[in-house]
């Protein structure tokens, strides 16, 4: 998993619940990294599945709200990291139904080694998009949260509805249903 989702994930538990919970969490876990990110590095998907776990038992709050609050800011970041990519699009069908055959491919050729989820496009109009996520790493609440801000985005909003295909969460159908 690439540097910056450590570096952006802990700047935000650090504004959210200070400074003491992001070294918290930290002890708590067994970080290969220490707990020492750079944006560009890549460490172990296990180091993130460790900090959200002590993130989730100290606050109370479960790992798919906390994945998918991250994913809100995180959107924000990629706007502002990668304005060009996400200029494209007009259009928030249009940009989700494009991660797969544009966006995702241009992070690729950003960052060789980032570990992308896969969406196979099931069906699509201009007001529905249902697809499959499929990933090892079953962060399909991180893209929920992705979703919602393109919508927002785009002044626009849309009911997204979740259907587990695999009980652990690694395959993922998502019916999303564009309301205004
Ligand atoms: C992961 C970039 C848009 C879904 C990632 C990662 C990067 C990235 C750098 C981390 C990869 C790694 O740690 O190795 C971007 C950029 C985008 C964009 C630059 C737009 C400009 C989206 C959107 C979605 C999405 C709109 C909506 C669903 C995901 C998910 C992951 C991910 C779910 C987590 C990894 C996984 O589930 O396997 N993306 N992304 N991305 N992205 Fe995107």
Redesign the pocket.
Known sequence: ??G??FTEFLNLVESKFGLEMVDKIINKSNLESQGAYTAVG?YEFSEMLQLLQHLSESTGVSIDDLLMVYAEHFFKV??D??PG??SAYKDPIE??SS?ENH??V??KKI?P?????T?QIIEKSGELLVMV?K???A??Y??LG??NK?FEHFNSSAEIQLEKIKEDGTEVKFIIQKIS
């Not at 080694?113 to 989820?117: G, I, K, T, V």
């Open positions: 998993m690439k910056i989702v890549t990629l706007v990291s990668y990519i996400i940009m989700l991660i966006i995702h241009e992070v960052y080694d980032a570990e992308l989820p969406f996520y990933s090892s790493r962060m399909y991180f893209g992705l979703m393109t």
